[in-house]
Nanobody, 119 residues
Framework: VQLVESGGGSVQPGESLRLSCAAS????????MGWVRQAPGQAPGKERE????????????NYQESVKDRFTISRDNTKNTTYLEMNSLKPEDTAIYYC?????????WGQGTQVTVSS
């Protein structure tokens, strides 16, 4: 299983970013996918915060309350890729963002992509 995130960067408050997650090594079309984030200063693996999730077909999407009106999760099953469109970014969105999937009761994450929101 491999998950490779990209698209992070440094932006000012109110700006947008689009994250991508390229997946391989499993049957992407039958896997629910999600995004989690790790705020600065926290040890890796500790206190990762769930951000959004999407069902295997894309029909069901769920969001953390603090992002639901600003972020949009989507997927392209022809490209084995999941996206997170982030609009109206705030400084509190600063974190490392990880793509995530649960397969046979095991969680998988990519290496993460850094998002920094600062004026």
């Amino acid at each position: 299983v491999q998950l490779v995130e990209s698209g992070g960067g440094s932006v000012q408050p109110g700006e947008s970013l689009r994250l991508s997650c390229a997946a391989s090594g499993f049957t992407f079309t039958t896997a629910d996918m999600g995004w989690v984030r790790q705020a600065p200063g926290q040890a890796p693996g500790k206190e990762r915060e769930w951000v959004a999730g999407i069902s295997s077909t894309g029909a069901i999407k769920n969001y953390q309350e603090s992002v639901k009106d600003r972020f949009t999760i989507s997927r392209d099953n022809t490209k084995n890729t999941t996206y997170l469109e982030m609009n109206s970014l705030k400084p509190e969105d600063t974190a490392i963002y990880y793509c995530n999937t649960l397969l046979k009761n095991r969680n998988y994450w990519g290496q993460g992509t850094q998002v920094t929101v600062s004026s």
